[in-house]
């Protein structure tokens, strides 16, 4: 089969779990949901460039991201319009800007907490001091390793968080939805 006809294969299978993440962005920033088609519309023309260079996984997930990034344009574009807050505080505006960023902020404080928490009470002081911004030097010495250990901990820690958050993102656009 043809890469274009594996895409299309693709399309077809996940086009109601796209499909469905985009109304929930949609919703989530106060935008209507028929909105949602536009969206899978972009999608299809993006995912179908990078296809071949994802796998099955990835091109979920690089789906889901395209659809909110899309919203995300399309809430720039009505940047000037205001939103009342869901449900519970309609007293409160806010752009719609705001209200997907703020989403945005909390999906990736969520995957991130999670992430850290998933690292030995060695490798969260490191980070934490790191986040502070004290040196490799003055870390060493308060957990008793070689500046040069601290580095190279700190550079492993980066990339296996980066990995964590890469695959909490991937399930975003996975089983999740």
């Known amino acids: 089969m043809a890469t274009s006809e594996l ?9 109601n779990r796209i ?3 985009a109304r929930v962005v949609l919703r989530e920033v106060g935008l209507p949901q028929d ?19 994802c796998s099955h996984d990835h091109l979920v997930a690089l789906c889901c991201t395209i659809a909110r990034y899309w919203v ?3 809430v720039r ?32 404080h969520a995957r991130l907490s999670d992430c850290v928490g998933q690292l030995s009470a060695q490798e969260q002081k ?3 001091a ?10 060493g010495e308060q957990i008793g390793l070689p500046a040069e250990t601290v580095d190279m901990r700190y550079y492993r820690i980066r990339k296996q968080l980066s990995k964590c958050m890469d695959s ?10």
């Open 72 to 74: 995300i344009s399309q």
């Open 168 to 177: 909490k993102a991937a399930s975003v656009g996975g089983e999740a939805i």
């Open 35 to 53: 909105l949602a088609e536009d969206a899978m519309q972009e999608v299809y023309i993006r995912a179908g460039l990078r296809y071949a260079k």
């Open 77 to 108: 574009l009505k940047a000037n319009q205001a939103l009342p807050l869901p449900s519970d505080s309609s007293a409160i505006a806010f752009s719609s800007a705001d209200a997907l960023e703020a989403l945005v902020i909390q999906e990736t």
């Open 126 to 128: 490191i980070v934490q």
């Open 130 to 139: 790191k986040i502070e911004g004290l040196k490799s030097k003055i870390i």
């Open 7 to 15: 895409f299309e294969v693709f399309y077809r299978e996940n086009y």
């Open 19 to 21: 499909l469905n993440y």
